[in-house]
Every structure is written in C-alpha cells, then in structure tokens.
C-alpha cells in the first residue's frame, strides 16, 4: 500500500510586483493556514516518509511548515522541479520514481496540476472528483500497489480531503 498527500500551497502574497512568480512568498493568512493544517494532519496521525517540495519559495514555506508539524526533518525536504507547473504525465513519472522504501509521499505544488493530479489518480466511478483545490488544500489517496512504478491513473482511493475552511 502507498499514500500520496497532494497539497496545494498556503496563500501567497501578491503585493509586491518586483517579486518574481518563483520568490513570491506566503501572505498571512498562509503564515497561518500552513501550521494550522499541519496539526490537523498530526492530529489525523500522518507520518511522511519523503516531502517533495516545488521550487517556488510559498510551496517550501507551506512544506517547511507541514513538515515541523509531522516532525519531519527540514533538511529532508527534497526541492523537485517537476512540482513546478509540470505536465500530469511528467509528473506522474516522476513520482513512480520514488524509492519503494518510501510507503507515504507527501507533494507540495500549486493549481491547477495539484488538483488535475488528484483527478487523475481517483477512480472514475467514485464521484471523488475535486473542482479546485483551496490553497493549502491536502488530499490523501491510497493505492493498493507495492511498488510506485506500479501507480496508474484511475486506481487511487480517496482517504481525505481538507482545507483550512473546512471546519
């Protein structure tokens, strides 16, 4: 069995227009919606095995934050280029990737690809599809496979889906 937590980053800030798209940092309600969801996903018992983080610096933040929260070591974090603004299929390969060590992956990414993934991945009969993830939105899906390489679109159960205005 393999989860994979796709997660959207916190909202960014848009106020300052010398801010390349890549340096463009949360805002504050990001500051705050981040650790907020990282307790709700340590209150649900989530561990992480890998948190692949996009480059841009409010995905690293959002990760940055989660991963204090599941007491993930900052210096794991892995920065992939594919998180940002890749294809479905690009990034679907890069994830069948991953070390079969890793049993729970954790992606931090931005809109639409995040929510194009989790659309992908769910199974069509489910009715699980997801119009727009919110920002700092995470869904978590299971997939009954062994292997990462073994990952196909349609195949995966949808375990929860929450966002800071969910409650």
């Keep these: 069995m393999k989860t994979l937590y796709i997660v959207r980053h916190a909202k960014s800030f848009w106020g300052d227009p010398s801010c390349t798209d890549m340096e463009r940092p949360l805002n504050k309600r990001g500051w705050r919606n981040a650790p907020m969801m990282g307790q709700r996903l340590a209150d649900r018992g989530v561990h992480a095995d890998a948190i692949w983080s996009s480059p841009a610096l409010r995905a690293k933040e959002t990760a940055r934050f989660l991963a204090s929260s599941l007491r993930f070591s900052l210096a794991e974090i892995k920065v992939n280029e594919c998180l940002y603004f890749s294809l ?3 990034l679907l390969m890069e994830i069948r990737s991953c070390p079969n060590t890793v049993t729970s992956l954790m ?3 931005h809109n639409p690809t995040m929510t194009d993934m989790v659309n992908a991945l769910t199974a069509r009969d489910s009715g699980d599809n997801i119009e727009s993830i919110p920002t700092c939105g995470i869904v978590a899906l299971d997939f009954a496979v062994a292997s990462w ?15 800071p205005k969910n409650r």
């Design 107 to 109: 992606i931090v990414g």
């Design 88 to 90: 479905l299929d690009d």
């Design 149 to 163: 390489k073994k990952l196909r679109k349609d195949a995966g159960r949808r375990v929860f889906f929450d966002y």
